[in-house]
């Protein structure tokens, strides 16, 4: 409410406090519930795959280092990539499947927050990714790309490292082929 001068008088404000407080434990509660809710299905996902000879894995930076013969690093700076280019991780392929749903329990709290601030319209610093090809392996950032694709959003703003591999420039689609036969 404000006072006979215009001015917001500091019973609103506290008010107004609680009521956001009371807003992001809510938005943050319904994360951790999506977290377990996705998790369990990257479990029975990863079950049913592995039944049926199929991989659910991230492709493996590490497979990376020691198929190819990288010849050139350099840094392209931040820009907007194509999540779904988004196929690896440089050392979390335990933590999330293929399509980035949560595997471990352990990063349930952090998930849930990312999740929270991206419902409350929060703006999160880039991530850090390494590019080969045509596809990106996440250095830093496992938990907004996650949250990311569990909204529906198609692209993400990212530090990119680039890594020039021996040959030609390998397709996402060839080269996620001979990772996956590599692992």
Known sequence: ??????????????????????????????????FHSLRMRAVVRRLLA??????????????????????????????????????????????????????????????????AARLCGTSLPAISLVQVGNMYFVRDGHHRVSVARVLGEQYIEANVQVWEVEGETASAPAMAMQLVSAM
């Not at 001015?7 to 951790?32: F, N, P, T």
């Not at 990288?70 to 999330?96: A, H, M, P, W």
């Open 1 to 34: 409410m404000y006072d006979s001068y215009g001015a917001l008088q500091a019973s609103s404000i506290a008010s107004a406090a609680r009521h956001y407080a009371d807003y992001e434990a809510a938005v943050i509660g319904k994360g951790v519930s999506r």
């Open 50 to 115: 592995k039944v049926s000879g199929q991989s659910r894995r991230l492709l493996d930076l590490a497979v990376v280092r020691q198929e190819k013969t990288v010849q050139g690093i350099y840094e392209k700076g931040c820009v907007t990539v194509e999540i779904s280019n988004i196929l690896g991780s440089e050392c979390r392929v335990c933590d999330f499947d293929s399509e980035f749903l949560p595997l471990s329990e352990s990063g349930a709290q952090r998930w849930a927050g990312i999740y």
